[in-house]
């Protein structure tokens, strides 16, 4: 996955016939993706680097929030090699099942973003996005404005657990041997796993099967 993403990368960064390339990270919600697409974006040594998140237009108008977006990509325009990360987009275009609604003109200006490659000569722009909800995107033909799309996979196998918990404080070998077995086969996303093991912790230290679970339980997973 890594591989792939940076591989990506690097193509922009020497081609001379690709001045836009697109990357959608999409997956459930807590498997990492915002943390990905940070990790790339840093990886990457772009000069210029944006990450526009819903939490940047709290309080904006509709058209105030498009233009913001706008002003990103124009001044990633200046640059001869840049990154933009658009990060939960369902939720940069205020998606909302129960109806659904979501803002049309966002999501169109959105579209018009990701198709037009930089003026300038020689610029290079890469926008990788993240989404927890591939099937909406697909049917708002959002999915296919992108040129790239990767499923990011959620943990299931006891060995991917334990490559995560060995990582982390407040675990002994015979502790991350039962809990990997005691959770096997259980989807769970990198984030969220991380998260039950902080929690965890603050419990009890070494952490023990029975609050392990516990927290997994109070954070959504049923055990």
Request: hydrophobic share 45%; proline share 5%.
């Amino acid at each position: 996955m890594m591989g792939s993403c940076m591989s990506i990368i690097d193509q922009l960064r020497g081609s001379t016939n690709t001045p836009l390339m697109s990357l959608l990270l999409h997956g459930e919600r807590g498997c990492g993706k915002t943390a990905l697409s940070a990790h790339l974006a840093q990886k990457s040594d772009y000069p210029f680097v944006r990450r526009i998140t819903s939490e940047n237009f709290v309080g904006y108008s509709e058209q105030a929030k498009i233009s913001a977006i706008a002003k990103v990509f124009e001044d990633a325009y200046k640059s001869d090699l840049s990154c933009i990360v658009l990060d939960d987009i369902e939720r940069l275009i205020d998606y909302v099942r129960i109806g659904p609604r979501f803002s049309t003109p966002v999501m169109q200006a959105l579209f018009a973003l990701l198709k037009k490659p930089p003026p300038k000569e020689n610029s290079r722009l890469l926008v990788l996005g993240t989404t927890a909800d591939a099937h909406f995107l697909e049917e708002a033909e959002l999915f296919q404005a992108f040129n790239v799309a990767l499923q990011i996979p959620v943990l299931s196998q006891p060995l991917h657990y334990k490559t995560v918990l060995e990582a982390l404080p407040g675990f002994t070998a015979p502790s991350i041997q039962e809990i990997c077995a005691g959770i096997a086969g259980k989807s769970i996303g990198i984030k969220t796993l991380i998260l039950v093991a902080e929690m965890a912790v603050q419990r009890e230290n070494p952490v023990q099967m029975a609050v392990f679970l516990e927290c997994l339980k109070q954070c959504g997973i049923a055990t």
